[in-house]
């Protein structure tokens, strides 16, 4: 269900710092009207283009269209607005998002208009029946748009360009053991005793008298095994890292703004004066 929060202010400072923040609570600019008063000749102002001291006359008809059948409280809209400074309306979606536009619109200083308004009319009550014709009076004449004025709202889009950070992809890097077999052939040196005996005739010497006699004789063999070591070596090194590259990136859009064109319309009624001045 769509509401609407109406919200008058005395100050269009105050209104523009109550839009402010509700755009940084996520509220949609485009949801968020702003009726300024203009003094002079006809200026545009945020969202709206008006003229005027007072822009009451110019949202009678919103209010006539917003409050429906309720007329006191659209005529007390009409009534205050006359003298304000700014008018604040949100379209929102619910009604916990109304009630905190209103809280916004509460601590930025907006009127509370039934309170005003009752204000108003006992002041009004309490007066003589000059002073209040003479305050009618002074209050026509203050007032520069004809009642029934309608406010037609100029939108115009803002582009607003950010960034935001995205994955785009990386590297993953795993290490592992893997085992290969490997060969490597060595020569090895074996020794081993041999014992021969053969039959001798011949005339023993001193040499052979010293030998007789009784001894042993111990003979080592010794042989050649492999003998297997391993040593580790740093053969490369893999380095992880990121480069940081910049880019220039044009954005493009369409942007759309409200143009108010007038055309002026003859009536047979003018016509006819026209005719006659001739």
Same mark, same amino acid.
């Given at each position: 269900?769509?509401?609407?929060?109406?919200?008058?202010?005395?100050?269009?400072?105050?209104?523009?710092?109550? #839009?402010?923040?509700?755009?940084? !609570?996520?509220?949609?600019?485009?949801?968020?009207?702003?009726?300024?008063?203009?003094?002079?000749?006809?200026?545009?102002?945020?969202?709206?283009?008006?003229?005027?001291?007072?822009?009451? %006359?110019?949202?009678?008809?919103?209010?006539?269209?917003?409050?429906?059948?309720?007329?006191?409280?659209? #005529?007390?809209?009409?009534?205050?607005?006359?003298?304000?400074?700014?008018?604040?309306?949100?379209?929102?979606?619910?009604?916990?998002?109304?009630?905190?536009?209103? *809280?916004?619109?509460?601590?930025?200083?907006?009127? %509370?208009?039934?309170?005003?308004?009752?204000?108003?009319?006992?002041?009004?009550?309490?007066?003589?029946?000059?002073?209040?014709?003479?305050?009618?009076?002074?209050?026509?004449? !203050?007032?520069?748009?004809?009642?029934?004025?309608?406010?037609?709202?100029?939108?115009?889009?803002?582009?607003?360009?950010?960034?935001?950070?995205? *994955?785009?992809?990386?590297?993953?890097?795993?290490?592992?053991?893997?085992?290969?077999?490997?060969?490597?052939?060595?020569?090895?040196?074996?020794?081993?005793?041999?014992?021969?005996?053969?039959?001798?005739?011949?005339?023993? !010497?001193?040499?052979?008298?010293? !030998?007789?006699?009784?001894? *042993?004789?111990?003979?080592?063999?010794?042989?050649?095994?492999?003998?297997?070591?391993?040593?580790?070596?740093?053969?490369?090194?893999?380095?992880?890292?990121?480069?940081?590259?910049?880019?220039?990136?044009?954005?493009? %859009?369409?942007?759309?703004?409200?143009?108010?064109?007038?055309?002026?319309?003859?009536?047979?009624?003018?016509?006819?004066?026209?005719?006659?001045?001739?």
């Amino acid at each position: 269900m769509a509401y609407t929060v109406v919200g008058v202010f005395d100050s269009r400072t105050e209104a523009h710092a109550a #839009r402010n923040e509700l755009v940084q !609570n996520g509220f949609i600019p485009d949801d968020i009207d702003v009726s300024e008063a203009v003094t002079g000749s006809s200026t545009s102002t945020t969202n709206t283009a008006a003229t005027g001291t007072g822009i009451g %006359d110019r949202v009678s008809n919103f209010f006539n269209h917003l409050f429906g059948d309720d007329e006191t409280t659209a #005529r007390n809209y009409t009534n205050i607005a006359q003298d304000a400074d700014a008018i604040l309306s949100v379209q929102v979606d619910s009604q916990d998002r109304a009630n905190r536009v209103a *809280e916004i619109f509460d601590r930025h200083g907006a009127v %509370d208009v039934n309170d005003r308004a009752g204000r108003n009319q006992q002041n009004f009550s309490q007066t003589t029946d000059t002073t209040r014709n003479q305050t009618t009076t002074d209050t026509t004449q !203050n007032r520069t748009a004809t009642p029934g004025d309608i406010a037609i709202p100029v939108v115009e889009e803002n582009l607003q360009v950010g960034k935001r950070t995205v *994955e785009k992809g990386g590297a993953r890097v795993r290490s592992r053991i893997v085992e290969k077999p490997v060969e490597e052939t060595l020569r090895l040196r074996q020794e081993r005793v041999v014992v021969d005996r053969h039959a001798v005739n011949r005339q023993a !010497n001193e040499a052979d008298f010293r !030998n007789v006699q009784d001894g *042993e004789i111990e003979i080592t063999e010794r042989s050649e095994v492999p003998v297997v070591s391993k040593q580790a070596r740093v053969v490369e090194e893999v380095t992880v890292g990121k480069q940081v590259e910049e880019r220039d990136q044009v954005v493009s %859009d369409t942007l759309r703004r409200t143009d108010v064109e007038v055309e002026e319309i003859n009536t047979d009624d003018a016509a006819r004066r026209a005719g006659n001045r001739t």
